[in-house]
């Protein structure tokens, strides 16, 4: 029997998960509300918040799973990428808990426990698996080669297509972290009420910096008053622009690649419009999806890689440093 007890800590939520033999025991995780008033994450209130948070969540997963510290095997955590300080909180807890228990230690990179996230509920699937990662910092196309073995398609140019949805929900007047609101608003709304411009760039790469700027002189030209009456139809709009751009890469790759397993991960994966979608323009594919809970940044995704390091016999050394911009091939 194996046990992991893992900590994601790179952005604005705080969790621990216990893992157990690839099955999740708890999975514990903290929303930092603070950053709402500012419309984004600010980054030395985030690294405090989980400064204040990684005990109370840790005990609460341990609780959760019944186990006491010393019952897990395996102490792990995210090493990058993301915030530096934010970083840096979970892996020298998780550092100072593997020392003090004596317990082996993996720092985990943050891409791949979203890539690993729906292996929670897929345990089955093999690679080669073709991954679409779409989340508040990256958007990428990624072939899992293998189990650890990762080639990178194609990657954003500028912003990820989270950052563009929290943006463009800020310019509606929408609260942070504005996916959901424009996800909830847009089934209220018409997709086809205004065309906002796609981005077209070469080969695979993706590109959402022209949209929001689109959206923005669009909404400029428009009394305060009409835009709220508006406010569904512009949502599903912007969001349509948005999902047409994914939906584009992501069929060009299956195409290049002649795979037909795809796996759509991270916090936009769980855009019911993006489901719908992908149901239904993509029934040629088996499509894999995490589960709602493991969609965001979470502790059991991290806790999944981590497991499956430590049983191919993998271990890494306490003076591990985090690494803000980590790459996937570095994982």
Same mark, same amino acid.
């Given at each position: 029997?194996?046990? +992991?007890?893992?900590?994601?800590?790179?952005?604005?939520?705080?969790?621990?998960?216990?893992?157990?033999?690839?099955?999740?025991?708890?999975?514990?995780?903290? $929303? $930092?509300?603070?950053?709402?008033?500012?419309?984004?994450?600010?980054?030395?209130? =985030?690294?405090?918040?989980? =400064?204040?948070?990684?005990?109370? /969540?840790?005990?609460?997963?341990?609780?959760?799973?019944?186990?006491?510290?010393?019952?897990?095997?395996?102490?792990?955590?995210?090493?990058?990428?993301?915030?530096?300080?934010?970083?840096?909180?979970?892996? +020298?807890?998780?550092?100072?808990?593997?020392?003090?228990?004596?317990?082996?230690?993996?720092?985990?990179?943050?891409?791949?426990?979203?890539?690993?996230?729906?292996?929670?509920?897929?345990?089955?699937?093999?690679?080669?698996?073709?991954?679409?990662?779409?989340?508040?910092?990256?958007?990428?196309?990624?072939?899992?080669?293998?189990?650890?073995?990762?080639?990178?398609?194609?990657?954003?140019?500028?912003?990820? /297509?989270?950052? !563009?949805?929290?943006?463009?929900?800020?310019?509606?007047?929408?609260?942070?972290?504005?996916?959901?609101?424009?996800?909830?608003?847009?089934? $209220?709304?018409?997709?086809?009420?205004?065309?906002?411009?796609?981005?077209? /760039?070469?080969?695979?790469?993706?590109?959402?910096?022209?949209?929001?700027?689109?959206?923005?002189?669009?909404?400029?030209?428009?009394?305060?008053?009409?835009?709220?009456?508006?406010?569904?139809?512009? !949502?599903?709009?912007?969001?349509? =622009?948005?999902? @047409?751009?994914?939906?584009?890469?992501?069929?060009?790759?299956?195409?290049?690649?002649?795979?037909?397993? +795809? !796996?759509?991960?991270?916090?936009?994966?769980?855009?019911?419009?993006?489901?719908?979608?992908?149901?239904?323009?993509?029934?040629?594919?088996?499509?894999?999806?995490?589960?709602?809970?493991?969609?965001? @940044?979470?502790?059991?995704?991290?806790?999944?890689? !981590?497991?499956?390091?430590?049983?191919?016999?993998?271990?890494?050394?306490?003076?591990? @440093?985090? +690494?803000?911009?980590?790459?996937?091939?570095?994982?």
């Amino acid at each position: 029997m194996l046990r +992991v007890l893992a900590f994601e800590t790179s952005c604005d939520e705080t969790s621990a998960a216990v893992i157990e033999d690839g099955r999740v025991l708890a999975n514990v995780t903290r $929303q $930092q509300l603070v950053h709402s008033e500012f419309g984004g994450v600010v980054p030395e209130l =985030a690294s405090r918040a989980h =400064a204040r948070l990684i005990l109370p /969540v840790t005990l609460e997963a341990l609780k959760r799973a019944e186990l006491e510290p010393h019952e897990v095997q395996v102490v792990a955590a995210t090493r990058g990428p993301g915030l530096i300080g934010a970083l840096l909180v979970g892996l +020298v807890f998780a550092k100072g808990l593997a020392h003090s228990l004596g317990k082996p230690f993996l720092g985990i990179n943050h891409l791949e426990g979203h890539l690993f996230s729906i292996f929670i509920n897929h345990p089955e699937a093999a690679p080669p698996i073709l991954f679409l990662l779409v989340s508040g910092g990256h958007t990428e196309l990624v072939v899992m080669e293998e189990r650890f073995r990762y080639r990178l398609l194609g990657t954003t140019l500028d912003d990820a /297509v989270g950052e !563009a949805f929290d943006k463009g929900a800020r310019l509606l007047g929408l609260p942070y972290p504005g996916g959901p609101h424009i996800d909830r608003l847009a089934r $209220q709304g018409d997709p086809g009420f205004h065309r906002f411009p796609r981005a077209r /760039v070469p080969g695979l790469d993706f590109s959402f910096s022209g949209i929001k700027t689109a959206l923005r002189y669009y909404l400029e030209k428009r009394e305060p008053a009409w835009v709220q009456a508006h406010l569904p139809h512009l !949502a599903a709009a912007y969001q349509e =622009a948005l999902l @047409d751009m994914l939906l584009e890469k992501l069929r060009a790759a299956v195409d290049q690649t002649g795979l037909r397993r +795809v !796996a759509v991960v991270g916090g936009v994966s769980l855009n019911s419009r993006l489901r719908e979608r992908l149901a239904r323009e993509f029934a040629d594919c088996e499509v894999l999806l995490p589960l709602p809970e493991y969609c965001a @940044d979470n502790a059991a995704m991290i806790g999944m890689v !981590a497991y499956h390091r430590a049983v191919a016999g993998e271990t890494h050394p306490l003076s591990l @440093d985090a +690494v803000p911009d980590l790459d996937l091939t570095e994982a």
